[in-house]
Each structure stands twice: as C-alpha cells, then as structure tokens.
C-alpha cells in the first residue's frame, strides 16, 4: 500500500511560490509544441474548450461541494478564495513519460487510437461482406488483397501503440498532472494540453474530462480549507503530512459523487471518471474499496475527524471511519426501534 504523503516535497504542487506562465507557444518546450500541434489537428480549440468547460461547471460543482461535505469557504467574516485558471504545460513528471517515447509521432497515435480502432473494424466489416457490398458499390477493380493489407496494417498500428503500455505509463504517476491544487497558496491549476491529450487517448471529450479535474481540484480545496461549523479548516501542516491514501481518496470520493449528480446535465461525466479511474495509480483507487452504507455520512465525519485530529496515517483514517460505521450503524438501529414502538 502506498504510504507517501501528499505534500511530499518532490509534488511540484507543494511549491509556496508559483507564477503563471503567460499562453504563448514561443515559451513551449520541444514537448509541449509537439502536443500543441497534436491537438490543432482536429481543428478545434481545445484550450478554449477546456476554459468554457471549467467555466460551466465551476459553481455547480462548489455548491455540490458545500452540500456534500457541510464546508463553506466564506463563513461571517472569515473568507478563502481558491480559484482556478486554465494554462499551458505539462507537469514534469508526466513530460518524462511522455519524453521517453520512442517517436513523437506515437503521441498522435496514441491520441487517435480510437480512430484507428474504428478504421480497422470498418476495414474488416467491408472485407466480411466484400462480395454483397460489391454488388451495389463495385470498386472497378477486384480490391478485396488491398482491404486485407489495409486492415493487417492497421492492425499493426494498434499493436505498436499498446506496446507502449500507456496504461502503465500513467499508472506509475502518483500525483495530479492534469490539473493541481497548490495548496500553500492556495490556487487550482488546471492543464489544458495534458486534458486535451488524454481525452483522446481515454476516448472521451475534453469537456466531460475537464469538469472530472476540476472537481478533484476543488474536492482538495474544500476538505483543506473549507470551515465547518466551528469555523475550522484543515491544518495546512497537518494536509500536507496526510498520506495521499487520505486525501486524494477523499478527493476522488467526493468527484465520483459529483460526477454521478451532473449526469443530469453533462450525460458523460461518470464515463470520463470511470476512464481515468482505471489508468490511475493506488493512491486514486483505493477508495473504492470503502464500500460502505450511508457513504456521504460515514465519509464526511471521517473527513471532519481526519481534520480535527490530525490524522496522517490511512491506517488511522480507516480506523477512525470503521468507529463511524458502527456509530451510525447503531445510532440506526435505536431509531427503528424507537419508531417500531
């Protein structure tokens, strides 16, 4: 299990001073131009559908928040803003990943796949009823070796993209490189090329994959500095010592919530998630295995718990939500039987 903690100083996200870097592609690296011109390819502006996404989704989402977790980040006089913004960049460590490549034009490959997936099984769909369909649409000549050889090379395709084990390449990150929440100043990063990029490859739109990342950035702030109804927040140091089992599955939770609420109104959210979820690493998915009845409560005071005690540990953290359990499970079965009376 992993036992790193979120503010571990090697996180990019834990630096106290950050300044935006102006949208200009004179200042990509080698990387980042490559992906800049990736995605021009579809001839859409992915940065400007990222922003009008986050844009969308940006109060719905804090108001799902405050309900969900009982958290404000105005309460009397006390107040903490956290707002985001859409820039350009890679985080390093998925730049490295991506830098270890073999040939940059893997990154297109990997960004359609989905196209190519199609293309084959259209390929193969026309080499099945090859003789039917040249009844209505004859071709002049007899094509039937050449949809073969297409197909067996689009095939080939395929293969060489999954040799590059994508999946594993994301799952070896542990921290959050589609957006970030810098929690020592506080602001929301949120990482349009990565987005962009990745949508591709998980086959879902840019816009269902924005809303899921700024959700998880969001849950962060809300958990750390959100104040209950004592008006408190999350020790800053005490957020930081967390180990990520902590915070990025209470992050994760509360996104898989609110993605599951917005379906109503943006239908593929929860497809985006589950997508995302299932190249994610440890710290991401553990949460899954919470598997709980009154979830919302049971997360909510482990959290409220988690913060008021300073817990670091997830061993602790799942110690304290089993106490939770049994309280609510009890506290339950007292009231049926005071209604049963």
Not at 64 to 74: F, I, P, Q, V
Not at 149 to 178: G, Q, T
Not at 269 to 277: E, H, N, R, S, Y
Not at 285 to 294: S, V, Y
């Amino acid at each position: 299990m992993n036992h790193s903690f979120f503010g571990d100083s090697s996180h990019y996200y834990t630096n106290p001073q950050i300044k935006e870097r102006k949208s200009d592609k004179m200042f990509d690296t080698p990387l980042e131009s490559r992906i800049r011109v990736l995605l021009s390819f579809g001839q859409t502006d992915v940065e400007k559908r990222v922003g009008q996404a986050c844009k969308q989704g940006n109060m719905a989402i804090r108001e799902y928040l405050r309900s969900e977790t009982a958290l404000k980040l105005t309460q009397s006089d006390k107040r903490q803003t956290v707002p985001y913004r859409v820039v350009d960049g890679i985080p390093i460590s998925l730049a490295e990943k991506l830098e270890g490549l073999p040939d940059p034009i893997l990154l297109l490959l990997l960004q359609k796949k989905q196209l190519i997936a199609e293309g084959e099984m259209s390929l193969n769909f026309v080499i099945r009823r090859y003789q039917e369909i040249t009844k209505v649409v004859h071709p002049g000549k007899d094509i039937q070796n050449d949809l073969k050889s297409s197909s067996e090379y689009f095939n080939k395709i395929l293969k060489a993209i999954d040799e590059l084990k994508l999946p594993d390449i994301i799952r070896e990150i542990k921290e959050d490189v589609l957006g970030a929440y810098f929690f020592y100043v506080p602001v929301i990063e949120i990482y349009w090329m990565p987005i962009g990029l990745i949508a591709g490859i998980l086959n879902v739109a840019v816009e269902d994959l924005s809303f899921v990342v700024l959700a998880h950035e969001l849950a962060h702030a809300y958990s750390h500095l959100g104040l209950d109804i004592d008006g408190v927040k999350w020790d800053t140091d005490a957020f930081a010592n967390a180990e990520m089992m902590i915070v990025e599955g209470l992050a994760q939770y509360y996104t898989q919530s609110i993605c599951d609420k917005y379906v109503g109104r943006q239908p593929h959210v929860m497809d985006a998630f589950k997508k995302l979820l299932e190249k994610q690493s440890e710290p991401y998915t553990h949460f899954k295995n919470w598997e709980i009845n009154n979830a919302s409560e049971v997360v909510r005071f482990s959290m409220i718990a988690a913060r008021n005690n300073n817990l670091t540990k997830y061993k602790n953290f799942l110690e304290e939500m089993a106490a939770i359990k049994q309280k609510l499970a009890l506290k339950n079965t007292q009231q049926s039987l005071l209604y049963a009376k």
